[in-house]
């Protein structure tokens, strides 16, 4: 079952951003070099063939198989003829008239919107048959697709080849991946670090007033969005000088011969701002969370027998309530691990981290359809993983759990 | 039990209807002549570029280019507020149509073999007449007409075809499992497998359009999932009260039980839901705008102003102005769903 969910959730993503590479290519960055070089970079690219295995359209019905052959101005005059006449016999007829015919500058032709125009041009007679446009069909576009291809590629290990830069995917992801990983690792660890002893203060403290203080400024941190967050902070601390707010490391840093340990030390000062933005409002979710889990826990028999034994309650809190009621907060992590490459956009981006979110933003503007897919897939591949260590996690340290299902 | 606090619940609901108003009165409040005499994407290059707020007639202050806030502020608002509406609006009939459809998979979970034989004569006008288009059968208008009409009504012929094929061939079975729940399960297993602003970021940024259709469209199909999840559990659990049972054994319809029995007690959960979803939709509208300021069309919205103070980090009133009313927003719409819940609470201790 895992293996199937792991299987499917990489499947549909690829083909979600395929869907999108259609629209999205009318807008690339080909856009200023001639038709020619177009075509040859479309050819290498892979993007001249169909997208998935078979297509769903009303217009595919009237769709020749081979259209994609077409050079790009004609292939756009041939569908659009099609679909204004309902078939594609005398759109094709049209082109053929248009590239037989010895009219100095033919090319124009397939500029022109309305096929009865052309077709006045040469004295054709055209028979409409517009009913097809409206009659779903289910075409078979065979193996040679795009979304095949990725997949055979995937197979051997190769990730395609970036448009943008033209070096393999799998070196531009290679510096990128990591600190996206240990900053999402990192942060969650730090925030529950952070979350615990908040969440203790008011279970044993609850009715004070420093608690209820606290308890209205996390209500307000988790309504702050993320974006703001990060202006606020490098307003607050960066833009006066106290913290350094862009890049991993001093430049000229980078230049002296550092040590590995030096490099780290030297590494500190730039993610502090950072993991503020990552853990603030986990930790105000996580420290509500565990305070529940800790009051959920008095009702249990034991609570009442220790406290009948006469431990206090701290004793109590600690050695007893804490490790039975942290049991639930590891799948709430796992699961919401995957948020963290989706903070990672907004946070590595503002911060100019050189990370996942800060490569997927740019490859966006770029239209760089592969690194896009791979980023897609990193993510997709982590999350699924953390949903299963979720599983995992909580069987493995609940042994009610396992019998349940056995 | 104590009486609760109704002064939060006030203060967020006057929060709330402020921003209503703001929002539909748009039109009338930014232009010429009217209570902000500007308009939002006015530019005033020469003799207002940075204003400090209420220095001038430009209240909240100026963009660098000139750009009056208060006015962007308010049609931000209408912006904001008409995704948010309108993503969470579709997303909860989406929600309550799958989950309703999932959580009745138990009840309509064979579909009798007798529908095999229609399912064949539904579906060969359809092959014929796609076999026919696609090898150009040529015919006269009015034939052509009733074929079109036939094959469309056909093509659902050729779908329940298919899944009594399938299910025949994986079942070998006489009866065939027809089960909209595995289904709609997988489907939210396959959104589900990565976060849905990093589906929305890469959406939306290839597409590169501030179209507030496109966005409630792309918004509200990414985020049924979580709605359809509560629903379907809802109603579960719903169905294991006795009065269920009771109405089962009265011999009313399961159908006909989740619609006018059990959708009634669910309304707390669905307005909870709705303002959720409310909430999750200005946010990632906010943070779209934000990330793609400038290149999602000329529509200056809350994220947009904000977006512009990452340049500017000097202008303090860019980020202040319009996350103090994003924030207020959000935190009156929280307080709106605390109260649904904690009603929804008390009533669930009664049901039985």
Redesign the interface.
């Known amino acids: 079952m895992l293996a199937f969910?792991v299987i499917?959730?990489?499947?549909?993503?690829p083909f979600?951003?395929m869907v999108?590479e259609l629209?999205?290519s009318g807008?690339s960055n080909y856009n200023n070099s001639s038709t020619q070089i177009k075509e040859n970079l479309y050819r290498i690219a892979g993007l001249d063939k169909p997208v998935f295995y078979f297509t769903f359209s009303r217009l595919s019905?009237?769709k020749p198989r081979d259209l994609a052959k077409l050079p790009a101005n004609e292939r756009k005059a041939v569908e659009n003829w099609t679909y204004r006449l309902g078939?594609y016999?005398d759109a094709l007829a049209l082109k053929q008239l248009i590239l037989k015919s010895d009219i100095p500058d033919r090319q124009i032709l397939f500029e022109v919107i309305e096929p009865e125009l052309v077709a006045q041009n040469f004295n054709y007679k055209l028979?409409?048959?517009r009913?097809?446009n409206?009659?779903?069909?289910l075409y078979w576009n065979g193996l040679d697709n795009q979304y095949h291809s990725w997949l055979i590629n995937l197979k051997q290990g190769k990730l395609g080849t970036s448009f943008a830069s033209g070096l393999p995917v799998s070196t531009v992801l290679q510096g990128n991946v990591w600190l996206t990983l240990i900053m999402g690792i990192g942060g969650t660890i730090l925030s529950v670090l952070i979350a615990i002893p908040i969440a203790i203060f008011f279970f044993l403290h609850g009715n004070s007033i420093v608690a209820k203080i606290i308890d209205t400024l996390l209500q307000?941190l988790?309504?702050?969005?993320?974006?703001?967050m990060v202006?606020?902070l490098?307003?607050l601390f960066?833009?006066p000088g106290y913290l350094p707010s862009s890049g991993l490391l001093d430049p000229l840093a980078d230049s002296i011969n550092y040590s590995m340990f030096d490099r780290v030390v030297a590494t500190l000062p730039f993610l502090i701002l950072p993991s503020i933005a990552y853990t603030y409002d986990s930790i105000a979710v996580l420290s509500r969370f565990i305070n529940t889990l800790l009051h959920s826990q008095r009702e249990q028999k034991y609570y009442v027998v220790g406290l009948s034994k006469g431990l206090s309650i701290k004793e109590l809190t600690y050695t007893h309530l804490l490790s039975n009621a942290l049991l639930p907060l590891f799948a709430v992590l796992a699961r919401n691990f995957?948020?963290a490459?989706?903070g990672s956009?907004?946070i590595e981006?503002?911060f100019n981290l050189p990370g996942m979110g800060r490569l997927?933003?740019t490859s966006?503007?770029f239209?760089d359809y592969p690194v896009?897919m791979a980023c897609?897939l990193i993510?997709?591949f982590f999350?699924?993983f953390s949903y299963w260590l979720a599983n995992d996690i909580s069987e493995y340290a609940d042994p009610r759990l396992r019998s349940q299902k056995a | 039990m104590s009486k609760r606090n109704k002064l939060p619940l006030i203060l967020s609901i006057t929060t709330l209807g402020f921003f209503v108003l703001m929002g539909l009165f748009s039109g009338l409040l930014t232009g010429r002549g009217h209570l902000i005499p500007y308009t939002p994407t006015e530019i005033h290059l020469n003799d207002a570029v940075r204003l400090k707020p209420f220095i001038s007639d430009h209240y909240l202050g100026t963009t660098i280019l000139g750009r009056d806030i208060a006015a962007g502020i308010v049609t931000g608002a209408n912006y904001s507020l008409t995704i948010g509406f309108f993503s969470a609006l579709i997303t909860l009939i989406i929600g309550i149509v799958l989950g309703i459809m999932s959580s009745l998979s138990w009840r309509v979970n064979y579909i009798n073999r007798r529908l095999f034989w229609p399912a064949v004569v539904l579906s060969i006008p359809y092959a014929v007449?796609?076999t026919g288009?696609?090898t150009?059968v040529?015919a006269d208008?009015l034939l052509?007409?009733t074929?079109?009409i036939l094959?469309?009504t056909c093509?659902f012929g050729i779908l329940i075809f298919l899944f009594l094929m399938l299910g025949s061939v994986i079942g070998g079975k006489k009866t065939i499992p027809f089960k909209f729940n595995t289904s709609i399960s997988?489907l939210i297993?396959?959104?589900?497998?990565?976060?849905?602003?990093?589906?929305l970021?890469?959406?939306i940024?290839?597409?590169?359009s501030g179209n507030i259709i496109t966005l409630i469209i792309t918004i509200s199909l990414l985020s049924w999932i979580g709605v359809t999840r509560m629903i379907r559990v809802e109603i579960e659990r719903q169905l294991k009260f006795s009065y269920a049972d009771a109405a089962v054994s009265y011999g009313i319809s399961v159908p006909r039980l989740i619609v006018k029995h059990i959708l009634p007690h669910l309304y707390p959960t669905l307005i909870i839901n709705f303002i959720y979803t409310f909430i999750g939709a200005i946010?990632s509208e906010?943070?779209l705008s934000?990330?793609f300021a400038g290149?999602m069309g000329d529509n200056v919205t809350w994220?947009s102003i904000?977006?512009l103070?990452?340049d500017y980090?000097?202008d303090?009133w860019l980020?202040v102005v319009p996350?103090t009313c994003?924030?207020l927003l959000?935190?009156s719409l929280?307080t709106v769903a605390k109260h649904f819940s904690d009603k929804a609470q008390i009533q669930n201790q009664y049901i039985k």
């Not at chain 1, 499917?8 to 993503?13: I, K, T, V």
């Open positions: 969910i499917y959730g990489m499947n549909d993503d979600a951003n999108d629209g999205g807008s019905a009237a078939n016999r028979s409409y048959f009913y097809q409206f009659i779903p069909n307000i988790v309504v702050i969005p993320s974006f703001t202006i606020l490098i307003m960066a833009v995957p948020l490459f989706s956009i907004v981006t503002m997927l933003l966006i503007s239209n896009i897609v993510t997709a999350s699924c | 007449v796609s288009l696609n150009g040529y208008n052509d007409f074929l079109a094959s469309a093509i997988l297993i396959l959104l589900d497998s990565a976060p849905k602003l990093l589906l970021v890469i959406f940024g290839l597409l590169a946010v906010s943070t934000f990330l290149q994220g904000i977006g103070s990452k980090p000097d303090w980020l996350s994003l924030v959000i935190l929280f």
